[in-house]
């Protein structure tokens, strides 16, 4: 995985996944959201650093939503976020991209062995320490489905 910085879109596999969740119609996005946030949620083993970036940029899209979470403003972003665009999601979604991204913090997990071999893997957290605080303590309302 190449990485050019710690933020959560700032590597190839985020920046492939946003792009990917760009090109999908509005009805689909959220469902590749989930998608990405369940896949490192439920690992229970070793977590490879593909899903574990997924996730961290579903994470980051996730807290955008919340009222007061951290902008989308990557040039990595998905496209449609950074013009302001909005995503409908489902109400259990902010916990799940919290236990996603207490997945990819803890043992078992190549992305954060990774930035570790590195020597920045407190870079790293302190990334991602924003979205997790937006995600741990929501405030307001999320738009979420039924």
Known sequence: MGAWAAG???NDVAADWCGGLDEASPERRPLLVEQA???AAGEGDFL???PGAKAVAASAVVAAQL???PPVDSA???D???AGGRLTLSAELPALALRALDRVLADGSELAELWD???ELDEFAAALAPIRAALANP???VVVEG
Do not use: N, Q, V
């Open 80 to 82: 449609f976020l950074t």
């Open 67 to 69: 009222p007061g979470g």
């Open 8 to 10: 959560p879109f700032d």
């Open 37 to 39: 946030l369940r896949e």
């Open 117 to 119: 071999e590195a020597g």
């Open 76 to 78: 990595y972003a998905p």
């Open 139 to 141: 405030t307001g309302s």
């Open 48 to 50: 490879d650093s593909w």
